[in-house]
């Protein structure tokens, strides 16, 4: 408890120095800096070789200090109620006299928003005078990092600190609604999107691979772990490692397993750590087993059908 308190004052004072840090989060890790700084902005981009027309998320401890900086409506609402502080970002209208640093959304008049749930990240929240910016902590393109140990693979020394809160619970990032207009889904993620169309009670549209990228996390070589990755394999090459739901007979060398026990969510949280695991142990080609495509099962379709497309000439913007 004591090392707690301490670890969240030594995170707030690299964070009020205007530093970056890295924090955990129920989804994935993030690289966060003061969002109304824009010294603290600019370091998130250069760090993580992001280019800086690609927004970043502002997380928020709760709806009262977002209302300064944002437009809120009653889908936002409803959703904020129901599934907020979760793995969901809204995209809101920006207000004018908001005072996130216009480093963050690239001078654009949205913001995406979101409510953490790991317990230390909001206790870190709960303690600043501002929110907090933060993509994903990896260097832009590559996997995105679910335990300190990826960080310290990603930024070495760096990074003045991580907040290390064990391992994200989910595994992969947050769902993407953008809620300025009708309401339209930009990225798959953490919480199924038919919650949401429950909740809403219509439809939504989704628009996961638009012509114009929005959401470059929408982009192909996004979540690429960079080596050749097929799916719906039965099965794999001589020197392929293949990766599996589903429990086999005789188990081989190339044999990764997402889960013990075909489980969906454990999967999810699996997903990266095993394609890390899988360049670390020298393979140079993966092969993936048909994974269902329900519940989290469709974020992990989309993240493995953009990592399949990295043969192709498509470059991340
Ligand atoms: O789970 C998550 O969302 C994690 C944790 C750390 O919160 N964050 C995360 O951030 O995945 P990042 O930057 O890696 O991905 C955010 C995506 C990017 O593809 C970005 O283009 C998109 O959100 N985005 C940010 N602001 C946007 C906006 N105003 N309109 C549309 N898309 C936006
Ligand atoms: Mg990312």
Same mark, same amino acid.
């Given at each position: ?34 969002a109304y700084?824009?010294?603290?902005v ?11 027309? &690609?927004p970043l998320i502002v997380?928020y401890? &709760?709806?009262?200090k977002l209302k300064e900086d944002c437009y809120i409506n009653? +889908?936002f ?8 502080? @979760?793995?969901?970002t809204y995209v809101l209208q920006l207000k004018k006299k908001s005072k996130i640093s216009k480093f963050v959304s690239n001078k654009q008049k949205s913001l995406a928003v979101r ?16 929110p907090?910016a ?7 393109? *590559? ?20 907040? =290390? ?13 953008n809620l300025i207009k *009708?309401?339209?889904? $930009? ?21 996961? =691979?638009?012509?114009?990228?929005i ?23 001589? +020197? ?13 060398? =190339?044999?990764?397993?997402?889960? *013990?026990?075909? &489980? $969906? ?31 989290? @099962?469709?974020?992990? &379709? ?16």
């Open positions: 408890m004591k090392s707690i308190q301490s670890n969240i004052k030594k995170a707030k004072k690299y964070l009020d120095n205007n530093h970056c840090i890295a924090v955990p989060t129920e989804t994935v890790y993030g690289l966060a800096g003061n700084s824009d010294s603290a600019k370091k998130i981009f250069k760090l993580k070789k992001r280019p800086m027309n &690609n997380h401890h &709760n709806i009262n009653d +889908n609402l409803k959703l904020y109620n129901k599934f907020s502080p @979760g793995p969901i409510f953490p749930k790991h317990p230390l990240f909001k206790k870190l929240l709960k303690n600043l005078k501002y907090l933060a993509p994903s902590a990896n260097i832009s393109n *590559k996997l995105s990092s679910v335990q300190a140990s990826d960080v310290i693979e990603e930024f070495g020394s760096k990074l003045k600190y991580i907040l =290390n809160g064990g391992k994200s619970q989910i595994g992969l990032e947050s769902t993407i609604i *009708k309401p339209t889904i $930009l990225r798959f993620g953490g919480l199924d999107y038919l919650k949401i169309e429950k909740i809403l009670k219509k439809k939504i549209f989704i628009k996961t =691979n638009p012509n114009k990228k959401a470059p996390g929408q982009s192909f070589l996004h979540y690429s772990p960079g080596i050749p990755l097929r799916v719906n394999i039965k099965k794999p090459k001589k +020197n392929e490692a293949f990766i599996l739901i589903k429990k086999r007979k005789n188990t081989l060398k =190339n044999y990764y397993y997402l889960s *013990k026990k075909s &489980n $969906l969510k454990q999967s999810a949280k699996n997903l990266y750590s095993l394609l890390r695991k899988i360049k670390k142990d020298g393979y140079n080609m993966i092969a993936v087993e048909k994974i269902p495509n329900e519940g989290i @099962g469709k974020t992990i &379709n989309d993240r493995l059908s953009r990592a399949s497309k990295y043969k192709t000439k498509w470059r991340a913007c």
